[in-house]
Nanobody, 118 residues
Framework: QVQLVESGGGLVQPGGSLRLSCVPS????????MGWYRQAPGNQRDFVAS???????NYADSVKGRFTISRDNAKNTVYLQMNNLKPDETAVYYC????????????WGQGTQVTVSS
């Protein structure tokens, strides 16, 4: 059974930073790619970033230059470093596995809330 456990969300001021973490079970090496998506109230779930088994990455245009996705195989964790956050990026952020760099897989975490507000 696949489980994805996210952490690291919270309240941050505009322009601030947060780092999200996702720990998959089974191990990260079981997935060809993992990604992050976000969903604001009343909106669809949107792609944010993804990372392949070889370290290749893909980002939504809106986050390029501010967000960085990475993976630490030794710690079995995928990270999303978010800098210069904006209020309209307030959303529940979901970890995803089982897909590719441009398409989501069928496995989702429970989500972690990110609120950007002064």
């Amino acid at each position: 059974q696949v489980q994805l456990v996210e952490s690291g969300g919270g309240l941050v001021q505009p322009g601030g930073s947060l780092r999200l973490s996702c720990v998959p079970s089974p191990r990260i090496s079981a997935f060809s790619a993992m990604g992050w998506y976000r969903q604001a109230p009343g909106n669809q779930r949107d792609f944010v970033a993804s990372i392949g088994w070889d370290g290749s990455t893909n980002y939504a245009d809106s986050v390029k230059g501010r967000f960085t996705i990475s993976r630490d195989n030794a710690k079995n964790t995928v990270y999303l470093q978010m800098n210069n956050l904006k209020p309209d990026e307030t959303a529940v952020y979901y970890c995803n596995a089982g897909g590719g760099l441009t398409t989501p897989g069928g496995y989702w975490g429970q989500g972690t809330q990110v609120t950007v507000s002064s």
